[in-house]
């Protein structure tokens, strides 16, 4: 049994693994009492976001991250659904 990855492999484990790091720094940033932590934290979080568009776009380039695309009936509920909870809040 041939268990190589494939470069579509690789970089399916890459965007996952960029996707779980965004979760850890957004968790340190939101529980860390520290200022000067959370802005270290945050430039880290701005960087991954940066890699992870960059393996998306080339998954996308590549055809193997195809993304539908919403047509305008989509959005107008996502908006409205978005302003109803907001004023639920309110």
């Not at 268990?3 to 340190?28: C, P, Q, V």
């Not at 000067?36 to 080339?58: D, G, M, P, T, W």
């Amino acid at each position: 049994m041939n268990s190589k990855m494939t470069e579509k492999d690789i970089m399916d484990d890459l965007l996952l693994s960029e996707k779980h790091g965004t979760e850890a720094y957004t968790t340190g940033i939101t529980e860390s009492s520290c200022p000067n932590l959370r802005q270290v934290l945050n430039k880290c979080e701005q960087n991954i976001f940066k890699s992870q568009e960059n393996i998306f776009n080339a998954m996308n380039q590549r055809g193997w991250y195809k993304i539908k695309k919403a047509d305008s009936q989509e959005v107008q509920n996502a908006k409205n659904e978005y302003n109803q909870i907001q004023n639920e809040l309110s």
